[in-house]
């Protein structure tokens, strides 16, 4: 990897960009001085912002645009009229080689579609998938797909399997992570026939991945695998009811402490434990998904996110360019023999 990495900013995406974009660049910049930013978006706006930070201003660049693809524009839409976009145009960057990786916390399906049409797949790779980071009894676990991919065949739940214990491996940390095929029950002859030939294959593939079988909803959140391996149908409601249920059991312990005069005192008692588990599970620490697969690193934040959820997904793109992710994927789908009928038009940076 070089030394100096170079990101490209969707300056414009997100509900409080560009202002969140500015300052969780500004916190990025003090953790990572090795990381220079382009900044798209319109230069009117982020200038001002940019001023406040002197030494951020000193290792990034406004690429001018006042075109920004909305919240609610449909993906074709984005791909027919959005080419001198925030969006499109920190893409470019990466196709270029101008920059090494793009995170961008606008239009998720837009993001996914025009990330596919500029950088393509990496070779062995039919279709990327989203992955995250996601919070367990026993640490951290990686779960994709989360929505890129409604149906899957067994073939790219193997490639999105392969990708996920990669990333556990090298960006967790993990020496040899575990990994689950989401089923409805964790017996072999549970669930359909894609996932029970998806299953056969990882068993069979020769690789040295530590496939642990099928898993079970309630096994995601106790961590009983270190990736969590699904179509995106399936991902998506699972993330999202694990959300919910979250923001359900906070409110339940906020009403419960404002109930009595003895509540509230007892809140007083349990709130250093309380802070504690506040920042445990604070969705800003777990922000940025990635879009594993692609010919170029491609991390998306969370629309409504503020300055230190946007500066954690700028963490997990240098992550992944430090760790070289996607030479990593490419060998190992190499290994398992499962190229893809496409050939990348660059080195995977």
């Known amino acids: 990897m070089p030394q100096e990495l170079v990101l490209a900013l969707d300056a414009m995406g997100g509900d409080h960009a560009p202002a969140m974009v500015v300052r969780g660049a500004n916190i990025a910049r003090v953790r990572h001085p090795n990381v220079r930013f382009l900044l798209f978006g319109d230069e009117h706006t982020i200038a001002p912002l940019l001023r406040r930070y002197s030494k951020l201003a000193r290792v990034a660049e406004i690429r001018h645009t006042t075109e920004v693809i909305g919240a609610?524009?449909?993906?074709?839409?984005a791909i027919r009229k959005g080419r001198q976009s925030s969006m499109r145009l920190a893409l470019d960057a990466?196709?270029?080689?101008?920059?090494?990786?793009?995170?961008?916390?606008?239009?998720?399906?837009?993001?996914?579609?025009l990330a596919r049409l500029v950088l393509k797949t990496l070779p062995g790779i039919d279709r990327p998938a989203m992955g995250t980071?996601?919070?367990?009894?026993r640490g951290e676990s990686v779960i994709l797909d989360l929505g890129a991919n409604l149906e899957c065949s067994a073939r790219e739940l193997v490639q999105f399997a392969v990708m996920g214990e990669v990333f556990a491996r090298t960006v967790l940390g993990v020496t040899r992570p575990s990994v689950g095929l989401l089923n409805v029950g964790s017996e072999e002859l549970k669930g359909g026939e894609t996932l029970r030939q998806a299953a056969t294959l990882l068993r069979e593939s020769g690789l040295s991945i530590n496939f642990h079988g099928f898993i079970e909803g309630d096994d995601i959140a106790a961590g009983t695998v270190d990736v969590i391996t699904t179509d995106g149908f399936t991902g998506n409601v699972a993330l999202k009811t694990a959300e919910g249920t979250a923001r359900l059991y906070t409110e339940f312990l906020r009403t419960a402490f404002k109930r009595s005069l003895l509540a509230r005192v007892a809140y007083l008692l349990a709130r250093p434990a309380l802070k504690k588990l506040r920042e445990r599970v604070d969705p800003r620490a777990y922000n940025g998904a990635m879009f594993l697969g692609l010919n170029g690193v491609t991390v998306k934040s969370h629309g409504g996110t503020d300055h230190k959820g946007f500066a954690n997904a700028l963490d997990v793109a240098i992550d992944m360019l430090n760790q070289g992710v996607n030479p990593k994927i490419i060998e190992e789908l190499s290994s398992l023999g499962l190229q893809g009928l496409q050939e990348s038009r660059r080195a995977a940076l």
């Open 72 to 77: 609610n524009d449909k993906p074709s839409l």
């Open 133 to 137: 980071i996601f919070p367990t009894q």
């Open 94 to 113: 990466v196709d270029a080689g101008q920059a090494h990786g793009v995170v961008s916390a606008g239009n998720t399906g837009a993001l996914m579609v």
